[in-house]
């Protein structure tokens, strides 16, 4: 402080909330910690060091990690209320608890340099990291090629299925080069093996799998790429044992897009696929066009399979009217001749009984033929008609004698 008048020295009072406290060194080297709530006034020969600072409040999910300056040992206090340090308490740290996720798990080292798994499924899926140990931590290629320009810090590692976009050149055995962007789908499934056996799992799984994919198609030609370049890429990558043994697994593998990195070569190149693709779009419209025609076939035979079953139960239903119809006159005919040759005194002979039947089935005939507009022209014979006298008209004619 300023000297005062008269070569006083003023001193700094301080008014401390309750939440607040001040560290005191007297003139023999003592230190006292003074809490609040009150109002503090340093002796004359007494420094404040550090001036005034906060409590630290410890809840579910924040602790304090203090080192005792007398044995120097560390201290992880988990105790909920507001904590005041003792006068040779430093605080470290405020801790955060550390809270997972099922799919997730997570690595700290120890003092000796052992190394503990916690998984969001165990029982232990929320701790604090005690006193003396670290959390392990990778830097994991993010940049799409892979090249480690730029990192992400992971120290949570998360099981679940994920896609990674990966892009690289390769060149075809007729030199031409490729420019490949494809998507991995992959996933981790033993996180020891991959804290063990690699410090980056992304930048490894893709720089192993563009080894191969260039050995692959450095055998083939750019049309042999071409038709089936899923298949090539699939091939070269799935079911490779050096993902397992890092702890990762490689589930799928799709090309998402692909150029030639020289530009008149992209430019013959997307003629190529151009005609690719109309061919393929016309095999498509004429095996449509075919499906219909064949439809079209199809329909006609079922119309005539159809039409044949009905003309044959039209067919079916005549054969039956007529043996109804000839059974109905069967038994007017048998009526009729049992009628006139039966027993009685006014019966016929049969032969006469028939003769009579046909004359009168001709009266029928002759007589339905008068109901209607047609003519029929008939010769004397037809009607076994015969003349045997001539009269004239009229009531005064007289029979002729020669007649």
Same mark, same amino acid.
């Given at each position: ?11 700094? @009072? ?7 406290? %001040? ?7 003592? &230190? ?6 009150? #109002? ?8 404040? &060091? ?13 602790? +304090? ?12 206090? =988990? ?6 340090? =003792? ?22 080292? *120890? ?7 916690? #998984? ?52 075809? +055995? ?12 992959? @996933? ?5 093996? /991959?804290?063990?056996?690699? !410090?980056?799992?992304?930048? *490894? ?28 890429? #699939? ?15 490689? %589930? ?8 030639? @990195? ?5 430019? %013959?190149?997307? *003629? %190529?696929?151009? $005609?690719?693709?109309?061919? /393929? ?7 449509? $066009?075919?499906?219909? !025609? /064949? ?16 003309? $044959? ?16 006159? !069967?038994?007017? &005919? ?70």
């Amino acid at each position: 402080m300023p000297p005062g008048p008269q070569g006083m020295h003023r001193t700094e @009072a301080y008014n401390l909330a309750k939440n607040q406290y %001040i560290r005191i060194k007297d003139q023999d080297g003592k &230190i006292r910690i003074v809490r609040g709530e009150q #109002r503090v006034v340093p002796e004359p020969l007494e420094v404040v &060091i550090g001036g005034v600072q906060n409590a630290v409040n410890i809840d579910t999910h924040h602790a +304090v990690l203090v080192r005792n300056e007398d044995d120097g040992t560390l201290v992880l206090l =988990t105790e909920h209320g507001l904590f005041f340090p =003792t006068a040779y308490q430093q605080i470290v740290k405020v801790e955060e608890k550390i809270v997972l996720e099922e799919y997730q798990t997570v690595v700290y080292k *120890d003092p000796t340099g052992r190394f503990h798994y916690v #998984r969001g499924d165990s029982d232990m899926r929320d701790f604090f990291l005690p006193p003396f140990c670290e959390l392990v931590t990778q830097e994991w290629s993010v940049d799409l090629r892979k090249e480690h320009a730029q990192v992400e810090a992971v120290w949570k590692f998360d099981r679940r299925p994920s896609y990674m976009n990966y892009e690289f050149n390769c060149r075809t +055995v007729d030199n031409v080069e490729l420019c490949v962007d494809v998507s991995f789908f992959w @996933a981790i499934i033993d996180v020891p093996l /991959l804290i063990e056996k690699t !410090a980056d799992g992304p930048g *490894d799984t893709c720089t192993h799998a563009r080894s191969r994919i260039i050995q692959e198609v450095s055998r083939l030609k750019l049309l042999e790429f071409l038709e089936r370049f899923n298949e090539i890429i #699939r091939g070269s990558c799935i079911g490779d044992s050096f993902y397992e043994e890092r702890g990762v697994q490689l %589930i799928s593998v799709e090309v998402l897009k692909f150029n030639c @990195a020289s530009q008149a070569t992209d430019s %013959i190149l997307q *003629d %190529i696929i151009k $005609e690719t693709a109309d061919r /393929l779009k016309k095999k498509e419209r004429q095996r449509g $066009e075919n499906e219909v !025609a /064949l439809s079209r076939l199809t329909g006609e035979i079922e119309e005539e399979k159809m039409k044949k079953d009905l003309i $044959e139960l039209k067919k079916s239903h005549l054969k039956t009217e007529a043996r109804i119809e000839g059974e109905a006159e !069967a038994n007017k &005919i048998m009526a009729y001749l049992e009628r006139v040759t039966g027993k009685e005194n006014h019966s016929i002979d049969p032969k006469e009984a028939v003769q009579l039947f046909i004359m009168l089935r001709k009266l029928d005939s002759v007589q339905a033929l008068s109901h209607g507009q047609s003519q029929i022209y008939l010769t004397p014979n037809d009607v076994n008609l015969s003349i045997g006298q001539m009269f004239p008209c009229g009531p005064s004619a007289k029979p002729s004698l020669g007649a």
